[in-house]
């Protein structure tokens, strides 16, 4: 059964930064190193948006919202996946999801991010 499981989210002030992470597991590392990984958001009232993306080869892609700001990473050996996000808005403000696809359709639990202005 796979499972993802975030952390690092929190309370930042507007400027700031925060690392969340993401940890698969129930899948193994040949496995995870070679799926792609995304994370997205859902601010409240709103429709859940892809943030970024990256591919088991370590090519990325950013919604322009936050390109320039966050940096998506994947560390195969320990089969995670983190989002560095700098300079935060209080437009960012959200709970991040992440996500992967092996046959179906996997979401982790989330983890709010809230930035005060």
């Known amino acids: 059964q796979v499972q993802l499981v975030e952390s690092g989210g929190g309370l930042v002030q507007a400027g700031g930064s925060l690392r969340v992470s993401c940890a698969a597991s129930g899948l193994a590392r040949i496995t995870f190193s070679s799926v792609a990984m995304r994370w997205f958001r859902q601010a409240p009232g709103e429709q859940r948006e892809l943030v970024a993306d990256?591919?088991?080869?370590?090519?990325?892609n950013y919604a322009d919202s936050v390109e320039g700001r966050f940096t998506i990473s994947r560390d195969n050996a320990k089969n995670t996946v983190y989002l560095q996000m700098n300079n935060l808005e209080p437009g960012d403000t959200a709970v991040y999801y992440c996500?992967?696809?092996?046959?179906?359709?996997?979401w982790g639990q989330g983890t709010q991010v809230t930035v005060s202005s």
């Open positions: 990256i591919s088991g080869g370590g090519v990325t």
């Open positions: 996500y992967l696809r092996l046959y179906r359709d996997y």
